[in-house]
Structures are given as structure tokens and as C-alpha cells.
């Protein structure tokens, strides 16, 4: 039932969407879900795991295969009907709506999925037709667009916002959870953060589990002294007494969205690098962390002192090439199975 689920779907058996299109209609769920499973395998560098999940991965591309469509004028393929969840535009009748084709957050979605398939092939050294398949529809995706204003559009055309300030801000998946969008993809890069610059002027960003995200977005954006404004807000705005993240009411979203904004502030590793103190806010310039992991199957312990790591190293679990980030500098390392690196 995975490659099919909806928002309420249920260990019954029920798959079919909710009675609202604004909220009911989640097609991209399942390739969210999958998302786990690589992230899982990028982390521990499973392969026992990823035989096992890699199925359950392949199940829910052959149901994207299946249900994308040709776009008539472009000749893309494009998800749809669906919504970006909860939030609506003013369709040209005048009439609100959130239904249409090719809705940001599904095409993010699926191009995420297909390129975790891919790369879990690859490590399986499985090349089918399946892959094949994969690999040619990836390419045909309908891929982020930007729109006239500078921003990056969360529908297939530059309706105009119901709720300019809602708090979803969907079409942001491929910042973060997702990786299509990096500094290295700069216009991309440059018009999902007027998108959340434009959402938050407009009040956006008013929920506990939303809030969360914009930890993460300010975090891949490299904007250390934003992200903790926004755990600030977090902790004293949307969190109750006994630490439950509130929507209202509460909502774990927030608590490990939370969590996970502030490991993304001390390290990232989702463009196949290690980056140390990526979005390093000035008030925390002095410390030390244990602990983190980064994909790769890497464990990172080390200290800064005014912004700059000062000492600290990274295991390897399993081996491989390392590329490490830190004080203005790249370092490239073949590590072996249990072996340290000691930053320099």
C-alpha cells in the first residue's frame, strides 16, 4: 500500500484520497516515505538494508512510471491532479482551488526518488530495464521553475496565492529534505530563498512543525544567525512546557524537525561532501559536538573556537573517499574500514 498512500491511509487497508483536494490528495507521499529508506543506507552504509528496502523503493517508481503524464506543450512529464498540500491559488474563474499538474512538491518528490533508485542500483550493481526506465523518466521530469517574480513556483503556472503567508512551504522539498537544490544550483538556490523570504513577510512560519523547517531552510542556505532566530522562535513560540512541539496542539514534527535543524547548522553532508559549521550562528562561535553522523557512514566528533574548527575526527565505518569541508579548505581522503581521521 506504501506506493500509493495518502494522508490517511491506514494499517486497514484504506488508500484512497480524503474528501478535500486542499488536504486529501498526497500522490507523493510514498516517494517522501522512500526517502527514509536511502537516507537510512547513506548514513550506516547498510547494504544488508538497502537489499531489502530497494524493493519496496522500485515498487513505488513503477507507480510514479505509470502515473506521470506527457505535458502537452512541453513534452515533460508531470504529476497530476494534485495539490501542494494545504495550500491553495485563485484559479482564472476567480474561484479558489489547489488542484492542478505538476505541482512542485510531487515533481521534487519524484526526481528524488528516482535518483535515490538509481543510486541504490548502482550500489547493488543492478542494471535492468527498470533502471533504464528510471533513469529516462528522471530526465524528462518537469524540473523546479522560476517564476516572473523571482521566486520559485509552487504550481504549473503563476497562480495567485490564496494565503500568501500559509504555513506549508512545500515547494521547498528540494532545499531540504531534498538535494536538487544546492548552492551549486545558484538560480534555484537564489529563488527558493526569496520563496521563503516571501512566505515569512508574510507571516509564514506561525506553526511549531513549520517553524522547524525554516531551521533547516536557513541552515541550507548558510545562514547560521536566521536559523537560530527561528530555533528561538521554535523554543519560545511553539514549544509547551514539558517540551511538546505545538501546531496546536501537538505535533512531534516540530520536535524532531527541530533537532535535526540544529545538527544541519553544525554539519552537512547531502552534496557528497562534509561540511563542518555550515551555518554557524556568531553567538554560538566557541564549542564542541560528539557524535553526528553524516552519510557516507561517518561519525564526526570535534571543537571550534570563534568560528573555527580548532581539533576533532571523523571515523569511517565502512571506508571510501571522504571530502571534508572546513576553515576554507576541501580535503579529500581515501579512508579504510574503522579508520580515524584527525582534523588538522
Known amino acids: 500500500m506504501l506506493f500509493r498512500s495518502h494522508p490517511i491511509t491506514n494499517v486497514w487497508g484504506y488508500t484512497a484520497p480524503g474528501e478535500g ?25 547498510d547494504t544488508e538494508f538497502l537489499k531489502k528496502a530497494y524493493p519496496i523503493m522500485k515498487e513505488a517508481g513503477m507507480f510514479y512510471i505509470d502515473w506521470l503524464k506527457q505535458d502537452p506543450k512541453t513534452g515533460l512529464l508531470v504529476s497530476g491532479p494534485s495539490a501542494s498540500p494545504e ?9 479558489v482551488s489547489a488542484v492542478c499538474m ?47 517574480d523571482g521566486r520559485l513556483m509552487e504550481w504549473d503556472k503563476e497562480y495567485q496565492e490564496a494565503e500568501p503567508g500559509h504555513r506549508h512551504m512545500s515547494h521547498l522539498f528540494a532545499l ?5 537544490i544546492t548552492r551549486y544550483t545558484p538560480d534555484l538556490f537564489n529563488a527558493a530563498k526569496k520563496s521563503l523570504e516571501g512566505r515569512l513577510q508574510e507571516g509564514g512560519g506561525h506553526t511549531g512543525w513549520s517553524m522547524a523547517w525554516i531551521i533547516n531552510f536557513r541552515a541550507r542556505f548558510g545562514d547560521g544567525d536566521k536559523a537560530l532566530e527561528a530555533l528561538d522562535n521554535l523554543l519560545i513560540k511553539c514549544t509547551s512546557n514539558n517540551l511538546f512541539d505545538m501546531h496546536p496542539p501537538f505535533q512531534i514534527d516540530g520536535n524532531f524537525g527541530g533537532t535535526a535543524g540544529i545538527a544541519e547548522m553544525l554539519i552537512q553532508s547531502h552534496t557528497n561532501k562534509i561540511e563542518l559549521l555550515p551555518a554557524l550562528p556568531q553567538k554560538w562561535k566557541s564549542g564542541s ?12 566528533d570535534f571543537k571550534w573556537k570563534d568560528g573555527v574548527v580548532t581539533s576533532g575526527e ?17 580535503d579529500m581522503i581515501t579512508m579504510k574500514p574503522g579508520e580515524r581521521y584527525h582534523l588538522k
Not at 87 to 95: K, L, Q, T, V
Not at 176 to 180: E, I, K, L, V
Not at 314 to 330: A, F, I, R
Open 289 to 300: 559536538v560528539k557524535g553526528l553522523k553524516a552519510r557516507g557512514g561517518f561519525d564526526v
Open 21 to 45: 483536494g486542499l488536504w486529501g490528495i498526497h500522490i507523493a507521499a510514498a516517494g517522501w516515505m522512500c526517502q527514509h529508506l536511502w537516507e537510512h543506507y547513506a548514513f550506516t552504509q
Open 102 to 148: 505538476a505541482p512542485a512538491h510531487d515533481q521534487q518528490i519524484i526526481w528524488d526518488l528516482f535518483t535515490n533508485i538509481l543510486e541504490a542500483a548502482q550500489v547493488l550493481k543492478i542494471n535492468d530495464g527498470f533502471t533504464q526506465t528510471a533513469a529516462a523518466v528522471r530526465n524528462r521530469l518537469m524540473g523546479p521553475r522560476i517564476g516572473s
Open 176 to 180: 531540504h529534505p531534498g538535494r536538487q
Open 314 to 330: 571523523v571515523y569511517s565505518k565502512k571506508g571510501g573517499l571522504l571530502t571534508l569541508v572546513y576553515n576554507g579548505k576541501e
Open 87 to 95: 495550500n491553495a491559488f485563485i484559479a482564472p474563474d476567480g474561484s
